[in-house]
Nanobody
């Protein structure tokens, strides 16, 4: 069992930055690939980024490539999402998720554990 808690969300103006954190507890954090997803009101939850167990490989959605960076610190049991050049369309609840595999992808079904989410609101 893995328990995930996101933090770092908030209100920011377009063009600004935020860094989200996801702290994990339970089974060995380094055993899991980690991902970030987001869900805007009235929309499906969508993939944002993923990182392999050791942090050596990353995947990004095209909509965030070049603006967002996923990273992890296995010593701190934490995964991060650095979000730069934020746009109003980035407004959503952001969720972190853990997958019991080396590198995870964009499909929700690949992930075994989910956090409760943190709200990110980008004003224009």
């Amino acid at each position: 069992q893995v328990h995930l808690v996101e933090s770092g969300g908030g209100l920011v103006q377009a063009g600004g930055s935020l860094r989200l954190s996801c702290a994990a507890s339970g089974r060995t954090f380094s055993s899991y690939a980690m991902g970030w997803f987001r869900q805007a009101p009235g929309k499906e939850r969508e993939f944002v980024a993923a990182i392999s167990r050791n942090g050596g490989r990353t995947n990004y959605a095209n909509s965030v490539k070049g603006r967002f960076t996923i990273s992890r610190d296995n010593a701190k049991n934490t995964v991060y999402l650095q979000m730069n050049i934020l746009k109003p369309e980035d407004t959503a609840v952001y969720y972190c998720a853990a997958a019991d595999t080396y590198i995870s992808g964009s499909q929700r079904g690949e992930y075994d554990y989910w956090g409760q989410g943190t709200q990110v609101t980008v004003s224009s």
